[in-house]
Structures are given as structure tokens and as C-alpha cells.
């Protein structure tokens, strides 16, 4: 029993090996930042919300189950489902570009704070799990526009500062912003 | 004469031709690395493949003299094993260091740990032998898994912070680092399986699994100093010191929001 552990194991660590030396994202790409690139750290998709938010209350839920047949109910449930769970999808790639950010800000820091670099990561791995959990709630039908709009403000208000920030950030190291964050 | 020479050694002509490869490697790989600019930029790892040559120069004449099957041969073997183990876990930190150093904020913090872990897990790994019953051979043999454990862990937690922060890792770091992480997890399970059927037939099995990994480890070097090293990059250009902690504190309080916000979905 314990051989066969410690040769999955031994395996195991020949594959992390692998993926953490060859598996990288990162690929050097000489070429200057310019504003599309830095466009790439700042979420993007919360700035949507309104409209998702209009195209999801313009139907009343009471008035569909009244007026329309039941398949067509059903239908229209499971599309508001799927457009749900792209947003949520969205929003998971917004929080990632903040994650991107705030990394790329502590790695061009000459100074970080121990403390505050575990509560980031801390931070990520607990929004993942939640967004798996809301992610499946969603699918079960039972999450509503408000849920979706209280996830997004916060992203929303960072965005806006973040933008101000992002000329120093490129000045300091372009190459930097530029290659180490392609996933 | 040779054929005299090796019954004297205790070696077959299998064993023989498989060391002469190896040797062969090692000393090609050193040459490689010498010619190619490695002493500038990784002065432990090309004083460890010149230790590498030494040793196997050194126990060859040690066999040759007094017999493979001697104490005193033994001895010979596992202390220069034992100094070799020790300049990889040097070479580990060499190559965290080369990948991490030039982001200052990053090392101070991933540094501390680093050796933290590596002092821990090499402590653990000598404290357990101690204590075991066993005959020497299975003490060392534990010994060393454990030695070989630490040197791929610490490798793995430096690996982790390249990926996190997004550090690019040149291709010939890659490639050493691919060799010394090699080396050890074969060693890890090499040494558990011996540990567990300790008998002589497992013994040539686990003396050929040890030298065709090592032989591995040293083609993945030759891969890694085959084309001369790259210039040096210039050190990346830093935020100024308030920065972080200017923007930190904004960070935090949106990422917290958020998590805030999808726990109240959730419940």
C-alpha cells in the first residue's frame, strides 16, 4: 500500500513538475504596451450589468407563468438560466483580473506585506469555491438579477480606480504587464 | 587486464559500461557548462557537476583498491552520496533564487520560507533515521528519501510562487530545475521500494532505476547547457515604494466585497 502511494505520488510530482515549468502562460512577447494591453487587467464584463439586468426583468416571471404555455416557461427558464451563468462566468473572469493586478502589483513592489499577499490568495481560493457554489445554484434555478448585481458593484468601483493607476503601472515595466499574464 | 580490473572491483561488465556512460555524461556536462557562461550564472550548479565528476573519480579508485564490497567502500559511497544530496538542495536554492530574486518584495517574502521548509523537512528526514532499528544500509537509504524529499519539495514551493506571481522561467532553468526535480521523486520511491523489500535481487533493480534516473537528469542539463546562456535580462524596473501600499489597502476591500457579496448569494 505504501509503495503504491509513493509511486503516485512520485508521479504526481513528475506531472506538477512539468505543469509548473513548462505548462506557463508566460511567453515572451518583446513588443511595447500599449492601451489594449492594459485594458486586458481591468474587468470589463461587470460594466454590462445594466442591460443584463433590463434584458432579464423585462419578462415578468408571474406574467410567463400565466400567459405562456408551460414548454415555453420551461424554455424561457433555462435560457435566463444560461445567460445567468455566461454573466457569472464573466464576472469569474473580471475577479481574475483583479487577482492578475493585485499579483503583478506585488511583484513590481520592492516591499510587500506578508500579511496582505496571504489574505489575496486566501481571498481567490474562497471566491472560487463560492463561484462554484453560485454557479450551481444558478443552474438549479433559484438565483435572481439582485444576487448578480450585488456581485458586481464591487468590481465595478475598483475598475474605475484601477484605470488611473494602470499609466504608472505600464511605465514602470512594460514587458512585465505585457507577457506574464496571458491565462 | 580490464576484465581483471572489474573482478576485482566487484563490478560487472553491465554495471561497468553503465557507469562509464554516466561518467562520461557528467564530465561532457561539466565541459558544456564551462564553455557556455554557467559558472557566471550558476556557480553552485557547475561547482556541483564538478563535484559530480570528483566523486565518481574518487569512489572509482576507492573500488578499485579496496573492493566494492568493502566498509570501507560503503562508507566512501554514502559519504560523498550524502554531499551530493546537500549541493543539489544548494543548487535548489540557487534556482529559486535566479528565478525570484530580481523582484525584491517577492524574494523577502518567499526566501524565509524556503529555507524554513527545507531546514524542516531535511530536519524531520534525519530525526527519523536516527530513530529507526534497522540495519545501517536502511537508515540511510531512509535518510537519503527523506534528504531527496525536501530538495523536490522546496523545488515545488519555488515552482508554486513563479507560477502565482506570474514569474517567467527561462527555457535552461527549466531544464535544470526538470533534472534535479527528476533525480529526487525517482529517488523518493527508489528508496521506499528498497526500504520495503530490502533483499539483493530488489538491490540490482533499484542500483539500475538510481543510475538510469541520474543518466536522465544529466540528458535534461545536457539540454539545458547545450546553446549558450542568454544575456543577462536587466533587472526589472519597480514600483515606487509607497505604491503597494497605497493600492493594497483598495484591493483588499473590493476583494473582500466580493466575497462578501457571493456568500450572501450562496446562503
Known sequence: MTVFAVTLGALGVLVALFWLLFGSPATETPAPLDARDTEEFLPVNCRYFPQIRQMLETEDHQFMRRRVPRHIEVEWRRERRGILGQYLSGLGQDFGRLERLARLIARLSPEIRRAQEWEWMWLGIRFRLLYRIVELKIALGSSSADDIARLTDPIAGLAAELESRMSLIAECAPSHLHADFGG | ?267
Open chain 2, 1 to 267: 587486464m580490464v576484465q581483471c580490473t572489474l573482478v576485482r572491483m566487484g563490478l560487472s561488465l553491465f554495471q561497468s559500461m553503465q557507469w562509464a556512460i554516466g561518467s562520461l555524461l557528467e564530465a561532457a556536462i561539466l565541459v558544456l557548462a564551462l564553455r557556455n557562461g554557467a559558472l557566471r550564472r550558476l556557480p553552485f550548479f557547475t561547482a556541483y557537476l564538478g563535484l559530480l565528476v570528483a566523486s565518481e573519480i574518487a569512489r572509482w579508485l576507492v573500488f578499485q583498491y579496496v573492493g566494492i564490497n568493502s566498509r570501507f567502500s560503503f562508507d566512501a559511497y554514502w559519504t560523498t552520496q550524502a554531499l551530493l544530496v546537500l549541493s543539489r538542495a544548494v543548487v535548489v536554492y540557487e534556482v529559486c533564487r535566479a528565478l525570484l530574486s530580481p523582484y525584491a518584495g517577492i524574494w523577502k517574502l518567499c526566501r524565509p520560507l524556503l529555507i524554513t521548509s527545507g531546514l524542516v523537512l531535511a530536519g524531520s528526514a534525519v530525526a527519523t533515521a536516527r530513530r529507526r532499528v534497522h540495519p545501517i544500509s536502511a537508515t540511510t537509504l531512509m535518510a537519503e528519501r527523506g534528504l531527496e524529499f525536501a530538495v523536490v519539495s522546496v523545488l515545488i514551493f519555488g515552482l508554486i510562487f513563479c507560477r502565482y506571481y506570474g514569474v517567467r522561467i527561462d527555457r535552461y532553468l527549466a531544464w535544470i530545475a526538470l533534472g534535479l526535480g527528476f533525480y529526487s521523486a525517482i529517488q523518493v520511491a527508489n528508496n521506499t521500494f528498497l526500504g520495503t523489500w530490502l533483499t539483493h535481487a530488489h538491490f540490482t533493480i533499484w542500483e539500475a532505476l538510481r543510475n538510469a534516473s541520474f543518466n536522465v537528469a544529466t540528458i535534461f542539463w545536457v539540454v539545458a547547457l547545450w546553446k549558450p546562456l542568454p544575456a543577462m535580462k536587466p533587472a526589472p524596473v519597480l514600483l515606487a515604494r509607497g505604491e503597494y501600499d497605497r493600492l493594497a489597502p483598495q484591493m483588499t476591500l473590493r476583494l473582500r466585497e466580493l466575497n462578501t457579496r457571493l456568500l450572501e448569494m450562496w446562503k
